[in-house]
């Protein structure tokens, strides 16, 4: 699919960005290795309504957690979401993007820290609520690459282009088969009839990327391409990753081996094969319990649960260390209490309200 070109020439003085949250269905840890992914994006994200005023900074409410931050370009640093609206505004400042004076207003129902991936959303919104208040264009990829700029410079979260990409270019109906050598995004159909249900569950345990073991694990993939001699491990080969020191080469089969899985999902969902489906999602899991090391007692108790409940497949989403579970559940099962159902739903958007020009 050709990139979408997300943001308006137009200058407005009042607009709403709607940015959904992702669900990753296989291909776990494979964005920063130039891999292979198939996210789709979720109904739930973050609104954010941005509207120009005459005088001052930048101010801003998230008005679910009833705070505030105000400040001027470029901004001194913060913690929690203002980083995220600090490192927006900084980055599209550092980009050229002339911002006007502007009142913002956050609101959002993806669950926070839950490996949903509410900080791609937030991020995503509030760029194009700014890029259109400032009149100013930028296409998708190099979008989605402004946002992850934030996450690493700003948050200290050093994340791949999955989220931003997903929530970016999600299409009703669709995952989005994302190459991360080329960033070519190919939506494939996700077809849930007859009964059959994607849900996930929370295992209760927050994800903090930047304080998890997210970070090592891609100090530990740089390294492996290092001792190989190779850009991305998507140039590795297997032979020669089965001779790396441990965990190293445990790291990398699972990253070569989930590129694998990315592919036969694929041609499962094309084949409408969802046990197949289901059988995909149990080895990405167990690859990423045993070989990527990146889960905990409270995820794999949720997989129990959801297997329990009669999934054919259950796996932990995003960047593992706890969050969310995914399961596909069959005609006739019923989720276990406490689980959302997913849909795989429309992308980022935005809104130009009366008093653009
Ligand atoms: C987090 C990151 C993504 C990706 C996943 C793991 O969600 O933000 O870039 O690396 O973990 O697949």
Redesign the pocket.
Same mark, same amino acid.
């Given at each position: 699919m050709d990139a979408r070109d997300v943001g308006r020439h137009v200058t407005v003085r009042e607009t709403r960005a709607f940015a959904p949250g992702r669900v990753?269905l296989i291909g776990?840890? #494979? &964005? =920063?290795n130039h891999g292979l $992914?198939l996210p789709f994006a979720i109904a739930e994200g973050v609104t954010v309504r941005a509207r120009a005023v005459d005088v001052g900074g930048i101010h801003a409410q998230a008005l679910d957690l009833g705070e505030e931050d105000a400040f001027a370009l470029p901004p001194p640093r913060a913690a929690g979401w203002r980083a995220f609206v600090r490192g927006v505004a900084a980055e599209l400042h550092g980009a050229g993007v002339a911002l006007p004076a502007v009142d913002l207003e956050i609101a959002g129902d993806v669950p926070r820290g839950a !490996?949903l991936?509410s900080s791609a959303a937030l991020e995503v919104a509030l760029a194009l609520a700014l890029l259109a208040l400032g009149g100013a264009h930028m296409e998708e990829r190099e979008l989605a690459g402004l946002c992850a700029r934030v996450e690493g410079a700003w948050v200290g $979260?050093h #994340? !791949? /282009? /999955? &989220?931003q990409l997903a929530s970016l270019c999600g299409l009703e109906g669709h995952a989005l088969r994302i190459d991360f050598a080329d960033l070519s995004v190919l939506p494939v159909p996700l077809a849930l009839a007859g009964g059959w249900q994607l849900v996930t569950l929370d295992s209760g345990e927050p994800r903090m /990327?930047a304080a998890s073991g =997210?970070n090592a694990r891609r100090g530990e993939c740089a390294r492996a391409c290092e001792l190989l001699g190779v850009d991305s491990l998507r140039e590795a080969r297997t032979g020669d990753v089965a001779r790396l020191p441990e965990p190293l080469a445990r790291r990398a089969a699972h990253v070569l081996g989930e590129n694998t899985r990315v592919r036969e999902c694929v041609a499962a969902l094309r084949a409408g094969d969802l046990p197949q489906v289901g059988a995909l999602l149990d080895a990405s899991h167990a690859s990423l319990r045993d070989l990527y090391e990146c889960s905990t007692p409270a995820v794999e108790a949720t997989v129990e649960r959801l297997r329990a409940a009669g999934a054919v497949g259950a796996r932990m989403v !995003? !960047?593992g260390f706890g969050g969310h579970v995914l399961g596909l559940l069959p005609p006739g099962a019923s989720a276990p209490p406490g689980a959302r159902t997913v849909r795989p739903s429309g992308g980022a958007r935005v809104d130009a309200a009366p008093g653009s020009h």
């Open positions: 990753n776990e840890h #494979t &964005d =920063y $992914a !490996g991936s $979260a #994340t !791949g /282009l /999955l &989220d /990327l =997210y !995003g !960047g």
